[in-house]
């Protein structure tokens, strides 16, 4: 099963931009679907974007803001947040899983990354 691990998290003033990471090990992130979800205080957690094969999808709250691409030297996934929005506060979590379904999804995710805390200031 793949490991996650996601870094890259931080505070930033609103309009700013940050780079989120997710590397992986016990498995190629080639062979499976990567997605980004996010949680905020007192909220469900939230589709944000994923990335299958060469297949992005993003939700309609992210789409054009942020970008996610792939390194498959380095088995890790990035999630470049651009014209970030206080409303982006949230702790960021990656995910791996099945290309079946949905990408938004979370239930067809089966490794969890431990998430990395984004704070966007107004």
């Known amino acids: 099963q793949v490991q996650l691990v996601e870094s890259g998290g931080g505070l930033v003033q609103a309009g700013g931009s940050l780079r989120l990471s997710c590397a992986a090990s016990?498995?190629?992130?080639?062979?499976?679907?990567l997605g980004w979800f996010r949680q905020a205080p007192g909220k469900g957690r939230e589709f944000v974007g994923a990335l299958t094969g060469s297949i992005t999808d993003y939700s309609d709250s992210v789409r054009g803001r942020f970008t996610l691409s792939r390194d498959a030297a380095k088995n890790t996934v990035y999630l470049q947040m651009d014209s970030l929005k206080p409303e982006d506060t949230a702790i960021y979590y990656c995910?791996?899983?099945?290309?079946?379904?949905?990408?938004?999804?979370?239930?067809?995710?089966?490794?969890w990354g431990q998430g990395t805390q984004v704070t966007v200031s107004s």
């Open positions: 995910a791996a899983g099945y290309s079946i379904g949905a990408a938004s999804l979370d239930a067809t995710y089966v490794s």
């Open positions: 016990g498995g190629l992130l080639t062979d499976v679907r």
